[in-house]
């Protein structure tokens, strides 16, 4: 029975001479990172994110390039070959592929704080860097309850006499929605809301207006936005918001007597 090959790198005496081990190269890659990036948290930092996220190679390069550890110079060192530009680029393009569509740019300080692509979330915390709010989470749950009770006021109930009767919103809630379509009005909303953020992020107080105004656009009714955002931000939303198009609910009395949604 052959032996099972250990990877290890053991450092100079003069930094502690401790070792660092493990059954595979990539897991001895995750072993360095964590060894000397230690158990830093900040959101803006890529080097957590990509150790959380098992892109080992890319953070080992990236610590190799930005300052001296013992442990990345020791693994280098010994493995160096292991290490090529070509692998660790591959790894940190793959790196950010996946966490690119749930981090955002901080609209103070213009770092990017990572969010959680594992659960799909956008950053809800503040910004490390400059310790400024970044509350795209929140942001986006108030923004879309806005667009939904925004669009079942805009919709209107027609009887069996194809008369119209009432606004939606006096005869459904939000849950009324049909699940298809309140699942692709949350995605625009998230994606709109991701995209925009630099300027977003700087109105956090308005997302329950902001959502209104991006209803009016998008379900191209009437021009929005310029009653709380600067006129250049305010033109950058219009022609965002243009490009979405919201899907239609349709309100009626059935030959049931009853009124339906879909």
Known sequence: MSKRRTFRITLDKAYGGATLEA???????GEVARDAHGDCTDNTCEIPSMIEHGHYRAAVHRLAGSSEFPAVDALYE???????IKRCDKDADEWWDFVQPFSV?????????YGD????????????????????????ETFTDSVIESLLWATR????EGVDVADADEYFEAWDIPSE????????????VSSNWEILGHYQDHAHNLGHEYLVMAAHLDSGFY??????????????AKADTLPELHAYEGDDGEFHLD
């Open 78 to 84: 010994k493995y160096g070959r292991w290490l090529t």
């Open 227 to 240: 009653r709380y955002v600067s006129a250049e931000h305010g033109e950058a939303l219009r022609e965002a």
């Open 105 to 113: 740019k901080c609209q103070d300080c213009g770092a990017i704080v």
């Open 181 to 192: 379509k309140r699942d692709e009005i949350e995605q625009m909303c998230r994606a709109f």
């Open 23 to 29: 059954p595979t190269f990539y897991e001895l890659c």
């Open 117 to 140: 692509p594992v659960n799909e979330t956008f950053p809800d915390e503040q910004c490390a860097n400059c310790w400024k709010p970044v509350a795209v989470e929140s942001f986006i």
């Open 157 to 160: 109930v027609w009887n069996a």
